[in-house]
Each structure stands twice: as C-alpha cells, then as structure tokens.
C-alpha cells in the first residue's frame, strides 16, 4: 500500500510518540525508548547510530514485534502495528520484515541452503528451493550450501544471515549491528553485500550500528540521541557523571599533593 484513501504517500515505517521501559530491581521503571517521531520511505536506507546502550536493538525488537512497546504508534505501510498479539506480531515479521542478527542465529543442525529454506516455512509459504540457491549465490557461498554453519567462517554465517533475512521478499530489512563480529577485512564486504541486495530487491534497510566506518556509506544518517529523548537522557547523564568523576580525580590528585608536601615539610 503506497498510499492512502486522500492520495497521499503513505510512509514504510512510520513511529510515533514510542515508548518502551524495563522494570528495575528496586521497582523502578528504565525508560529505554521515547521516541517523538521517525520515518522511512520504501525503498530507502537509513543508518541508525548510537553507542551501546542507547536502545538500537530494543528499537529493533519493538518494530520487528519481538517485544511490545509500552505504547505509541508503529505503522507498515500504513498499518497499525500496536496492539496486534504476539502470534499475529510473528505472522507480520516473517511475512514482511527480514532480520540480520549481530549473532547471527543460524540454526546449527542445518545446512545453509537449509536455513535460508526454513526462514520460508516460518512466513506459511512454499519452500521455494531455487530462490534460496539464488540468494546463496549471490551473498558468494554457491559452493557453501551444504555446509554447517560450524563449518563456515564467521563472514560466511553473516552471509547466510543476510540471504535468510531475504528469504520471503520483505518490504523491510532490519539489520543489527551486522559487522559487529566480522572481522575488519570483511566489514565493507558485508555492509556492501546488505546495501546492494536490499537495493536490487527494493527492499528498505534499517541499520543500526555504533561504527562510523559503516555510516559513513549510507546517504542518510540519524544520531539515535536525537530521535530518542531517553537516549539523549542517558548520554546527557553519562556526561554529567564523567565530569563529576574527572573533578573528584583532580580533588584527589591536589589532596595527595598537599599531604606529599606535607610529610615533605614534616621530614625536613
């Protein structure tokens, strides 16, 4: 759906006013998330950027439906996505968002080719065995379908990610942290391999990432402290308790002196 009833573009993705908390232990609430607004174009790709901890893979979580949000707005194409259940929240995942997890998440009993199948089954479609050759073939492992994901190497395994994540023709891909635990060697590789596929899938790419070394090739760049205010809180705070932490320091190093001049004085 690319527009609605008045003829107006309809956003990919459109956020608006999300929040998301954890419980603390003292019976707190941590706030994670509170976004006022974010949206994304179909087809286009955008590169989230924000230090660990600032909530890029809860974000990721929330729009995917791994976990529910507190409250607010999430919409695909339109559709509301607050307030679906869990199984309906999976049915939508698998059907019209891929996932490139930092981990990687391959099942590790099955081959490659396997995996990619499986990534089919969990949308309710038929397995279409030469699209997943297809996506193979082009992430590079032609000759690395049968193998275990043990038997890969780790640029390999984030390969097969992508391929999977591709699997059901998404209009969405959300990519967390996918050169995380790829060696330098093959970061550009993957980050290359991502922005191309998406792109000749006409497929829209959200990725989050804390290296600026990924950022720098994306046209469209968001500071995560920007568009999330608890973000921004937190940052704010880490500041705050760094300079309350270098002046305690300095306190520290001007009372050793006074007492090493002291005793200096005493001795003399």
């Given at each position: ?38 949206r994304m174009d179909y087809g286009e ?98 000759d690395r379908m049968d193998y275990l ?120």
């Open positions: 759906m690319d527009s609605n009833d008045s003829g107006k573009r309809v956003p990919m993705l459109e956020i608006t006013d999300l929040k998301k908390s954890y419980s603390e232990p003292g019976g707190g609430k941590l706030m994670i998330l509170d976004i006022p607004h974010f790709q955008v590169v989230l950027r924000g230090e660990s901890g600032g909530g890029k893979t809860t974000l990721l979580h929330v729009i995917s439906g791994l976990v529910a949000a507190d409250s607010g707005s999430i919409r695909l194409e339109g559709v509301e996505l607050q307030g679906f259940s869990e199984a309906k929240r999976d049915r939508v995942r698998a059907s019209k968002m891929g996932y490139v997890f930092q981990t990687f998440n391959l099942l590790p009993a099955f081959s490659a080719l396997e995996n990619v199948r499986l990534a089919m089954t969990f949308a309710g479609k038929k397995m279409d065995a030469s699209r997943a050759e297809e996506l193979l073939r082009r992430v590079g492992l032609h994901p043990s038997q890969l190497s780790v640029g390999q395994q984030q390969r097969v990610s992508v391929a999977r994540a591709l699997a059901n023709r998404p209009k969405l891909l959300l990519a967390d942290e996918p050169t995380a635990n790829v060696d330098p060697a093959n970061q550009d590789r993957i980050v290359e391999l991502i922005q191309q596929t998406c792109e000749e899938e006409k497929v829209a790419l959200l990725l989050v990432t804390h290296s600026d070394e990924v950022s720098k090739r994306f046209g469209r760049v968001e500071q995560l402290k920007t568009i999330n205010r608890a973000a921004a809180l937190t940052a704010s705070m880490t500041a705050v308790g760094a300079g309350l932490d270098a002046g305690s320091s300095s306190r520290g190093r001007e009372g050793l002196g006074a007492g090493n001049t002291s005793a200096s004085g005493a001795a003399s």
